[in-house]
C-alpha cells in the first residue's frame, strides 16, 4: 500500500467512526441519506469502499417496491462523503450522508 492508500482508508475508518448501524433484514447496514431519498446499503459494502466504487442493492425501508433496484457507491477522500449513484447505467454521484 502506498500513502494514498492508507490514507484513504484511514480517512473512511474515521468517518465511519461514530456512525449508527441499523440492523435491518437480520444484517448490519448504514442509512445513507440526502434531502429527498434514503436507503439501507449493506455495512460490508460501505467497509469496501477503499477498494474502489462498488455495485449495491439500493433497498428502502418500504412496502412499494418490490425489487429494488441496483446502483453504484463509492468514497470520495478529497470531499469526505459518499456519494451514491441510483443507475449503474448513468453514473451521477450524488453526495449522500450517513446516519
Known amino acids: 500500500m502506498d500513502k494514498a492508500e492508507i490514507a484513504m482508508n484511514m480517512s473512511l475508518q474515521e ?10 433484514r437480520g444484517k448490519p447496514y448504514y442509512k445513507l441519506y440526502d434531502y429527498k431519498e434514503s436507503y439501507y446499503i449493506n455495512a460490508d459494502i460501505i467497509k469496501r469502499l477503499e477498494e474502489g466504487p462498488q ?11 418490490a425489487k429494488n433496484p441496483r446502483g453504484m457507491v463509492k468514497w470520495d477522500p478529497v470531499r469526505q462523503q459518499i456519494l ?4 449503474k447505467v448513468r453514473l451521477y454521484y450524488k453526495p449522500f450522508k450517513i446516519d
Open 15 to 24: 468517518y465511519l467512526a461514530n456512525k449508527k448501524v441499523y440492523p435491518y
Open 55 to 65: 455495485e449495491v442493492e439500493l433497498e428502502r425501508n418500504s412496502q412499494y417496491s
Open 84 to 87: 451514491l449513484s441510483q443507475s
